[in-house]
T-cell receptor
Framework: QKEVEQDPGPLSVPEGAIVSLNCTYS??????FMWYRQYSRKGPELLMY????GNKEDGRFTAQVDKSSKYISLFIRDSQPSDSATYLC?????????????FGPGTRLSVLP | GAVVSQHPSWVICKSGTSVKIECRSL??????MFWYRQFPKQSLMLMAT?????????EQGVEKDKFLINHASLTLSTLTVTSAHPEDSSFYIC????????????FGPGTRLTVT
């Protein structure tokens, strides 16, 4: 079992839809959870990060963490064609500077006009 | 916002030559920087972790003599691909973790390397 799993998609939705992107993980020690967006041929862009369980909202984006289920989600409201990208989740145990983030493989999202 | 730059953004080189890629954190200090490789439609593959002033830590299977990493300051890390071969052609992305906020890690725009 991979440490972080994510449905690779592609996920196609119509413009204006609510999008739900998810990751599951196996390491219960993960404390920090991040979501990145990557456009084709570009570096990933940090969207949001959350600590431990709960929700965090930023504009049209909501990140949700359920540590009991080892499941995190990113919701995108009123999706736009410009949201078409690959979304990567990442997580970390925390601690020292060199601690690596573990990335999911990414979900390709396509928002159709 | 936190910005990481990479230079060059793309490079074509001949087989057997060496190529240096620079990664800079422009508005923050980064004790730790990471180098990733990404093939088309695939996820990021961590190559190495570098801490300022220390030797880089390479992931299993990554040749340290081929991919030389130097992290000489809190804002600059370099990756040199030595004796490049066509199979080294890939998208190389660096990321920098903020020294003051450890859970903010920002990526550069990537460098596309083509070895002919």
């Amino acid at each position: 079992q991979k440490e972080v799993e994510q449905d690779p998609g592609p996920l196609s939705v119509p413009e204006g839809a609510i999008v739900s992107l998810n990751c599951t993980y196996s390491n219960s020690a993960f404390q920090y959870f991040m979501w990145y967006r990557q456009y084709s041929r570009k570096g990933p862009e940090l969207l949001m990060y959350t600590y431990s369980s709960g929700n965090k909202e930023d504009g049209r984006f909501t990140a949700q963490v359920d540590k009991s289920s080892k499941y995190i989600s990113l919701f995108i409201r009123d999706s736009q064609p410009s949201d078409s990208a690959t979304y990567l989740c990442a997580m970390s145990v925390g601690g020292n500077y060199g601690q690596n983030f573990v990335f999911g493989p990414g979900t390709r999202l396509s928002v159709l006009p | 916002g936190a910005v990481v730059s990479q230079h060059p953004s793309w490079v074509i080189c001949k087989s057997g030559t060496s190529v240096k890629i620079e990664c800079r954190s422009l508005d923050f200090q980064a004790t730790t920087m990471f180098w990733y490789r990404q093939f088309p439609k695939q996820s990021l593959m961590l190559m190495a972790t570098s801490n300022e002033g220390s030797k880089a830590t390479y992931e299993q299977g990554v040749e340290k003599d081929k991919f030389l990493i130097n992290h000489a300051s809190l804002t600059l890390s370099t990756l040199t691909v030595t004796s490049a071969h066509p199979e080294d052609s890939s998208f190389y992305i660096c990321s920098a973790r903020r020294t003051d906020y450890l859970y903010e890690q920002y990526f550069g725009p990537g460098t596309r390397l083509t070895v002919t």
